[in-house]
């Protein structure tokens, strides 16, 4: 048996347990598993590709014959540039199946010489995407469990407006600087 190399393809935005789930299940089937991130989404993304990839990395840290890469224009060319002998997509539920196909018949369509790969994650992550993970994590609920806890606690970064002030601390820094002098110089 050919166990190549397999993409798994997809947005990542974020990663969540599903995701990696199937990636510890591929990473078991083939000899080398690329997860590539598309950089040219339409949608505009939570996370920055940079910051998907820099997740990613930290969470396939323990997968030796996983690698993450990024993609752009169309999946089955990068694919072949790869030399990929497939694509591994999850499937969860029913609901998936009609856009998987879809995709599938039109990837095979593109080039004929590359089969797609369907597999389940566990079924305790049967109801999580990233889009409800965003939805949830902004309308500040927990998302505990449904992500990978590098993730968590990068959407807590995100979410929480302090992080902002933290992000800027070169510019603001003088200025507190300042005022606390003023403030001191007014004391004495
Ligand atoms: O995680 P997603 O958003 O469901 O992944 C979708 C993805 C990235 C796999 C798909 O949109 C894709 O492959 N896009 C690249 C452009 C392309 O090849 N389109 C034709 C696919 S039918």
């Known amino acids: 048996m050919n166990r190549g190399l397999a993409i798994y393809p997809g947005s ?3 990663p969540t347990n599903g995701h990696l789930d199937l990636m510890e299940r591929g990473a078991k089937i083939f000899e ?5 991130i598309l950089r ?3 949608k505009s993304p939570m996370f920055s590709v940079a910051e998907r990839l820099e997740m990613l990395r930290a969470l396939t840290g323990h997968l030796d014959n996983v690698r993450i890469d990024t993609f752009d224009g ?7 540039s790869m030399e990929a002998i497939c694509i591994l997509r999850g499937i969860r539920a029913i609901s998936d ?5 879809q995709m599938a018949l039109m990837n095979r369509k593109l080039e004929p010489t590359l089969e797609t790969v369907f ?3 566990a079924d305790k992550y049967s109801y999580v995407s990233s889009r409800l993970v965003r939805e949830v994590a902004q309308a500040g609920g927990p998302v505990k469990g449904l992500v990978p806890e590098i993730v968590e606690q990068r959407l807590r970064e995100k979410l929480d407006p302090a992080y902002k002030f933290r992000d800027e601390p070169k510019e603001i820094v003088p200025e507190i600087v300042a005022g606390r002098e003023k403030k001191r110089k007014k004391r004495a």
């Open 74 to 80: 169309l999946m089955v060319e990068y694919a072949k």
């Open 97 to 101: 199946y009609e856009y998987e196909l």
């Open 12 to 14: 990542f935005d974020p």
């Open 40 to 42: 040219n989404s339409e």
């Open 119 to 121: 597999m389940m994650p």
């Open 32 to 36: 080398e598993l690329v997860v590539a």
